[in-house]
């Protein structure tokens, strides 16, 4: 698999886009997800299929569908630039040891210095009892943007 990402992330090189997880599924199924700053458009999605359908039967990497998608709302995570970029977000990570009996906290994520970052989560373990929590990137099992949602839309 690490062949299969380092080849589309250097097919990728010069679309202005980053390369976020490429996993294999079921039935001969390969889904790359891809991000823009901007947010990423269908448009996105095409370039990026086209390219990588010429790369991968070049390069003979074996599927049977290509699927190119954004992260969604709920985007993983997986590198400390991902941590700098969504700074001041709200966030759910999942640690590899417990803190305090819990593995699970969601919260605002605060970088203090991209240079060298300290990461750490602004947290309410209960309603009016705010908490910070200091971890390293080594720390994260898995971590995820945790946006809140609102379908309600303005009163009239």
């Not at 203090?112 to 080594?138: I, K, M, N, W």
Request: aromatic share 6%.
């Amino acid at each position: 698999m690490a062949d299969i990402f380092a080849i589309t992330q250097q097919a990728m090189r010069g679309l202005d886009m980053e390369l976020v997880d490429v996993e294999r599924a079921p039935l001969g199924l390969l889904r790359v997800t891809i991000d823009r700053p901007e947010g990423v458009r269908i448009e996105d999605c095409e370039q990026v299929s086209r390219q990588l359908s010429r790369v991968f039967e070049v390069e003979g990497v074996d599927y049977q569908r290509l699927e190119v998608s954004s992260p969604g709302v709920d985007r993983p995570l997986r590198r400390l630039a991902d941590y700098l970029r969504f700074d001041g977000q709200r966030i759910e990570i999942r640690l590899r040891e417990p803190v305090d009996n819990r593995k699970v906290f969601t919260g605002v994520l605060r970088v203090a210095d991209a240079a060298e970052p300290a990461l750490s989560l602004e947290y309410e373990p209960h309603p009016g009892q705010p908490r910070v929590l200091e971890f390293s990137f080594d720390d994260v099992d898995r971590a995820k943007l945790d946006p809140v949602l609102d379908f309600k839309g303005k009163k009239r």
